[in-house]
């Protein structure tokens, strides 16, 4: 196996890590951006009063308005995109008894 392969000298940026409440939901699409490419949709979230895209396949989301969301994004000039499979429930041990 060759070892000792390094991407470069440039230190990598650390995703960002977001938890929070979702206060508002909102959906474009379908966009067809090929030929040959499924629907894709443009979810845009508020979370705690921030605003952020995430772009998929899927029309329905598995969060709903008001439940506790966690996820990773990274900022862009065109706003904050959330990374594609990193949406989901935040789980609070505290509740589960």
Not at 32 to 61: C, F, I, N
């Amino acid at each position: 196996m060759a070892g000792g392969f390094q991407r470069g000298r440039r230190q990598r940026v650390p995703k960002i890590e977001v938890r929070g409440q979702l206060e508002k939901l909102e959906r474009e699409g379908p966009f067809k951006e090929w030929l040959g490419m499924p629907d894709l949709y443009r979810h845009w979230l508020t979370v705690d009063g921030e605003l952020y895209s995430y772009q998929t396949e899927d029309a329905e989301l598995p969060v709903a308005i008001g439940d506790r969301v966690v996820f990773r994004y990274k900022e862009a000039k065109a706003g904050r995109w959330i990374d594609r499979n990193s949406l989901g429930k935040a789980i609070d041990p505290s509740d589960y008894r």
